[in-house]
């Protein structure tokens, strides 16, 4: 017998969750904004390491950058106490991200649903490995939609990663107020 009670209050709870927060708080509730002094070492971090890595690729004539690392410039930067934002995340989740869609486009293709299978199998691999890194799944998304060959798990999913995080530990511990990583494992 169907509790017609019991769902309607599921039901009146799910969109409370999903759009009761929005009326609970109006166009001028405050937000958690950073000390400007955050946001101008944030911004610089950022400048400095894309700007490096960029040098780097072009001087070596090597892919070291990807559109991922813009988002992991954000955590590590932006949020260098996340979780998600230290160097086991960084490193650990670009690469799983990378090698679980390597496997997956040279197994099955690139066709729609072998994307949805590498971006869902990466998230899964990083969460099983305890790498959990947003940017990644778009990693798994970069290599299905430009089909690389195995080397993109070196260049520049590994030693771009590992660029972006020498320069989030010598940046960010240059400042007071800031300590990074907050752990390396």
Not at 5 to 16: G, N
Not at 110 to 122: C, D, E, I, L
Not at 123 to 141: D, E, F, R, Y
Request: aromatic share 12%; glycine share 8%.
């Amino acid at each position: 017998m169907i509790d017609s009670k019991k769902i309607q209050l599921k039901w009146q709870s799910y969109w409370f969750k999903t759009f009761g927060r929005w009326r609970s708080c109006p166009l001028t509730c405050p937000t958690d904004r950073p000390h400007h002094r955050h946001i101008i070492w944030s911004w610089i971090g950022s400048f400095l390491a894309i700007t490096a890595t960029s040098y780097l690729a072009v001087k070596t004539n090597s892919p070291l950058l990807m559109a991922p690392f813009g988002a992991t410039s954000v955590l590590i930067f932006g949020v260098p106490d996340s979780p998600l934002a230290q160097p086991r995340n960084v490193i650990g989740g670009n690469f799983f991200g990378a090698l679980t869609s390597l496997m997956i486009l040279h197994c099955f293709g690139s066709s729609p649903w072998a994307m949805g299978m590498a971006v869902s199998s990466a998230i899964g691999i990083m969460q099983l490995t305890g790498t959990l890194h947003p940017p990644s799944g778009a990693v798994a998304l970069v290599v299905m939609m430009t089909k690389p060959d195995w080397k993109f798990l070196l260049t520049p999913a590994f030693e771009g990663s590992i660029i972006l995080v020498l320069c989030a530990v010598i940046f960010n511990n240059l400042a007071t107020d800031r300590t990074y990583p907050n752990h390396w494992l």
